[in-house]
């Protein structure tokens, strides 16, 4: 059965530190998504990774993909408040008429000034 | 360019009551989902449609029917709610592409509470 697991689960940062999210899920999967939402909003889609060496970059938010690791990062670079959101990573689960995304239980993001 | 919307936002429900949560996307999407959002877990699927006329049960589904109407319409119902139902439902929809593979474009979301 396919879990997802993202550590840590609350992150308390600076402005302008840099850190690391990490998605880790236990059986094979070969595309993996981000997702950000805002409290008491809905989910925004970040990134699509679709294959192994992945690697997508959108202003100070980086996303890879090791999917002989089954492992996916989310690097935050010089953090700024506005990033501070819940990110959810998602691994996609093959079988049946369609693939499902198996969530993470999020990572609550607080950059503080 | 709606995307997926979703009706009622908010609803109170008493325990024993029923209700029907809609959803419509206008995105010609193929696969629809319904999840739950609870603090911390993540989200959970409660039941998907791959296609018109197909349902399947997700993580979840004891306690809920859903139908899916048309292309375009998947919709959530409680017969007898529980406050164990209480909870943000959120409606997604989704078609492979080779770009952006089964990337899912979600709702707005309802919260319900069951008193």
């Known amino acids: 059965e396919l879990k997802v697991e993202q550590n840590p689960l609350f992150l308390s940062m600076q402005e302008g530190k840099n850190y690391t999210i990490y998605c880790n899920y236990s059986t094979t999967s070969d595309r993996l998504y981000w997702y950000r939402q805002d409290p008491g909003k809905s989910l925004e889609s970040l990134f699509v990774l679709l294959s192994n060496g992945a690697v997508k970059q959108e202003g100070r938010l980086m996303a890879s993909l090791d999917t002989k690791a089954r492992l996916s990062t989310l690097h935050i670079t010089a953090a700024v408040h506005d990033l501070s959101a819940t990110y959810f990573c998602a691994a996609e689960k093959y079988g049946g008429a369609t693939n499902k995304l198996i969530f993470g239980t999020g990572t609550l993001l607080a950059v503080q000034p | ?115």
Request: hydrophobic share 30%; charged share 15%.
């Open chain 2, 1 to 115: 360019n709606a995307g997926v919307t979703q009706t009622p936002k908010f609803q109170v429900l008493k325990t024993g009551q029923s209700m029907t949560l809609q959803c419509a996307q206008d995105m010609n999407h193929n696969s629809m989902y319904w999840y739950r959002q609870d603090p911390g877990m993540g989200l959970r699927l409660i039941y998907y449609s791959a296609s018109e006329g197909t349902t399947d049960k997700g993580e979840v589904p004891n306690g809920y029917n859903v139908s899916r109407l048309n292309k375009r319409e998947f919709s959530l119902r409680l017969e007898s709610a529980a406050p164990s139902q209480t909870s943000v439902y959120f409606c997604a929809s989704s078609d492979f592409s080779g770009l952006t593979g089964y990337e899912q474009y979600f709702g707005p979301g309802t919260r319900l509470t069951v008193t």
